[in-house]
């Protein structure tokens, strides 16, 4: 039996070593290596660009408390201007955009060096605004336009090739953007694809660690939320999981609905008087950051910092001012995530949820209160807790974390029974189906959706 399946082994050997030796085969890893490489450096000077862009908007508030109540709503209409003028597809956070690029016959319009550059300007100059936003919805789209770009022009075949390199270009995104390789293979799997292809698995893999390798020589070794020391102390503790799920789910179900609604109600409005409608959300933005004394501005990274490592005053209206800013931002269309704001928020209702509920350690509470939240608005359980987990590098919480994350995507799903990228997704393929028909771009809100 040996000597008959002897030569065709041999046969198959040889040809594997061919097609691994041959110059497409070569050409494929340079540029994915390359375009890694790319995207863990940009997303890493991003990263230090958008704490810099966050120390201005701090200055403005030096010079004045009331500064922001006029530049922001201002910034807001102006960069709305620019989004729709000058950088068109660069809107929202761009993870519906790079999950509706994966089927779209259009990539090209959504995924480009050109929107990637305006990402960047535009999220940068939306934190200087005190836009209640992120950077790391943007990294996702950067990274997928980045990798799809080089993919075009390396002249790569167009089917499976582009598909892989927008989930890896996604993935390397968020693992350079947060500093976590794990969550950002997991991402590319549960949120982007949700239908994974075998042969993508190795291009997300190494994009991801080159991307993060990369980061991580750029930044240093860091934890994005710093250390947790929390832990379950009883058993009397675990009650936790299932008040603080629920609760979490709940609320971040409430968020999503609330931002899918509200932008296809504004959608009519947006369509006649955009810029005005970009004025009203920069005034209602600035009127909260006033009222929180500026703590709902921005990415809601320090707070949240502060919150989970105990070195924060007890603000029992945070969650909710910082729910409604990123709620505002959203809705005027400018470019900029939900991820940060949202484990902001998160954190905020777990620290309340220890104050009016002491059944668990303030910490324990603000972080399952920080996955459940998260999870909810994201419905994405596996992502939400190996992000957490990596995020404050707590891994005596995993198991709490998995079981806190699960429920709160059963209470989610109560509230807002579709995800929201994939509705946003959605919403955004049918205005460019309707765009294309009509022999225009497609231009609605849906389509900047984040």
Not at 175 to 192: D, K, Q, R, S
């Amino acid at each position: 039996m040996p000597h008959r399946h002897g030569p065709r082994l041999r046969h198959h050997i040889r040809r594997s070593q061919r097609k691994f030796m041959s110059p497409f085969a070569w050409k494929t890893r340079l540029v994915l290596w390359a375009g890694a490489l790319l995207v863990g450096l940009i997303c890493a000077l991003f990263a230090l660009l958008a704490d810099q862009a966050d120390r201005v908007f701090r200055w403005l508030i030096g010079i004045g408390p009331w500064v922001p109540l006029v530049v922001t709503p201002l910034m807001l209409a102006a960069l709305a201007w620019a989004t729709h003028n000058l950088f068109p597809g660069s809107q929202g956070s761009g993870i519906p955009q790079a999950i509706a690029a994966l089927e779209s016959r259009r990539k090209g319009a959504v995924l480009s060096l050109r929107i990637a550059a305006g990402k960047i300007l535009l999220t940068l100059l939306g934190l200087v605004a005190g836009a209640s936003i992120g950077r790391e919805g943007p990294s996702v789209h950067i990274g997928a336009s980045i990798l799809f770009s080089l993919g075009r022009i390396a002249r790569f075949p167009p089917r499976y090739m582009e598909r892989g390199l927008i989930l890896a270009g996604g993935a390397a995104g968020i693992a350079a953007a947060f500093n976590t390789p794990l969550a950002g293979i997991v991402f590319a799997i549960e949120e982007m694809s949700k239908s994974f292809e075998q042969r993508a698995s190795g291009i997300v893999t190494i994009g991801v660690v080159i991307a993060g390798v990369t980061a991580l020589a750029l930044l240093g070794p860091y934890h994005y939320f710093g250390t947790s020391d929390a832990f379950m102390p009883d058993n009397s503790s675990w009650l936790a999981i299932p008040v603080c799920g629920v609760i979490g789910g709940l609320l971040g179900g409430l968020f999503s609905t609330a931002l899918i609604s509200g932008s296809r109600r504004l959608t009519p409005v947006i369509r006649l008087h955009p810029y005005l409608v970009a004025f009203a959300c920069g005034l209602v933005v600035a009127v909260i950051a006033y009222l929180s004394d500026y703590h709902s501005s921005g990415t809601g990274y320090a707070t949240a910092k502060a919150i989970i490592t105990g070195q924060a005053y007890w603000d029992p209206v945070y969650p909710v001012l910082k729910f409604g800013a990123t709620l505002a931002s959203y809705l005027s269309g400018i470019p900029g995530g939900i991820f940060a704001p949202s484990l902001a928020t998160g954190a905020g209702v777990g620290a309340n949820l220890g104050h009016w509920l002491p059944i668990a350690p303030i910490p324990v509470m603000v972080i399952l209160g920080m996955v459940a939240y998260f999870c909810g608005v994201v419905q994405s359980p596996i992502t939400a807790f190996i992000i957490v987990m990596e995020m404050t590098n707590d891994q005596d919480m995993l198991l709490a974390l998995i079981a806190t994350s699960f429920i709160a995507y059963g209470a989610s799903r109560l509230v807002c029974p579709q995800p929201i990228y994939h509705a946003l997704s959605v919403a955004f393929l049918r205005a460019e189906e309707n765009a294309v028909a009509a022999g225009a771009a497609p231009r609605t809100q849906e389509s900047t959706a984040r």
